[in-house]
């Protein structure tokens, strides 16, 4: 069984900048995609981005394109989110997920019910 556990959410002013980390355990991580999703008040919960554990390739959503990085660290069992330049709309709860291998190389890590493991989310809101 797959435990994710986010941290690092908070409060920053428009154009500053946030990491949020996943901590991930239970798992055979190197068939694994992890994945991050977000859910603004109101609106469905959406695709962030995506990182395959052992290939390592990344894929963003066009909303954070050129913002927001993901990566991970082996040793550490960890994903992280680098969000930068943040802007009001990006205030929402943050979610880590985890999708197996062949979803993620059949194309629908962007799917919300792709993924069978989730962590309980943390908030991450930018002022203006």
């Known amino acids: 069984q797959v435990q994710l556990v986010e941290s690092g959410g908070g409060m920053v002013q428009a154009g500053g900048s946030l990491r949020l980390s996943c901590a991930v355990s239970g798992g055979a991580l190197s068939s694994l995609a992890m994945g991050w999703f977000r859910q603004a008040p109101g609106k469905e919960r959406e695709f962030v981005a995506v990182?395959?554990?052992?290939?390592?390739?990344?894929n963003y959503a066009n909303s954070v394109k050129g913002r927001f990085t993901i990566s991970r660290d082996n040793a550490k069992n960890t994903v992280y989110l680098q969000m930068n330049s943040l802007k009001p709309e990006d205030t929402a709860v943050y979610y880590c997920?985890?999708?197996?291998?062949?979803?993620?190389?059949?194309?629908?890590?962007?799917?919300?019910?792709?993924?069978?493991?989730w962590g309980q989310g943390t908030q991450v809101t930018v002022s203006s």
């Open positions: 997920a985890a999708v197996s291998s062949w979803k993620y190389y059949s194309g629908s890590y962007s799917r919300r019910d792709s993924y069978d493991y």
């Open positions: 990182i395959h554990w052992s290939a390592s390739t990344a």
